[in-house]
Nanobody
Framework: QVQLVESGGGLVQPGGSLRLSCAASGFTLSTYAMGWFRQAPGKEREFVAAIRWSGGNTYYADSVKGRFSISRDNAKNTVYLQINSLKPEDTAVYYC?????????????????WGQGTQVTISS
């Protein structure tokens, strides 16, 4: 059974930091890319970052470069999204997803599996 379980969301003040986690199981991780998306109320689901499990190649949306960082822990089958200098516009549900092809990572349609999402709220 394929499972992607996100955790680490919560309420954070502007300027703070947060690390999201995604624990994966039930499929061959080494052949996949793992991505993070986010969706705010009234907006489309937005690509944030992705990492190729085998090799560790990373790619970021222009809007988050320099502030977000994606990483993986092979021993724990877990991917992370470190978010620094949080802004109110970062408020969204953040989703972890798995894609079978690196070439299709920029769009939700490129991903086979999705987690349940974790809410990130930035407020003073």
């Amino acid at each position: 059974q394929v499972q992607l379980v996100e955790s680490g969301g919560g309420l954070v003040q502007p300027g703070g930091s947060l690390r999201l986690s995604c624990a994966a199981s039930g499929f061959t991780l080494s052949t996949y890319a793992m991505g993070w998306f986010r969706q705010a109320p009234g907006k489309e689901r937005e690509f944030v970052a992705a990492i190729r499990w085998s090799g560790g190649n990373t790619y970021y949306a222009d809007s988050v470069k320099g502030r977000f960082s994606i990483s993986r822990d092979n021993a724990k089958n877990t991917v992370y999204l470190q978010i620094n200098s949080l802004k109110p516009e970062d408020t969204a549900v953040y989703y972890c997803a798995a894609a079978p092809a690196w070439a299709a990572i920029l769009k939700p349609s490129g991903y086979n599996y999705w987690g349940q999402g974790t809410q990130v709220t930035i407020s003073s």
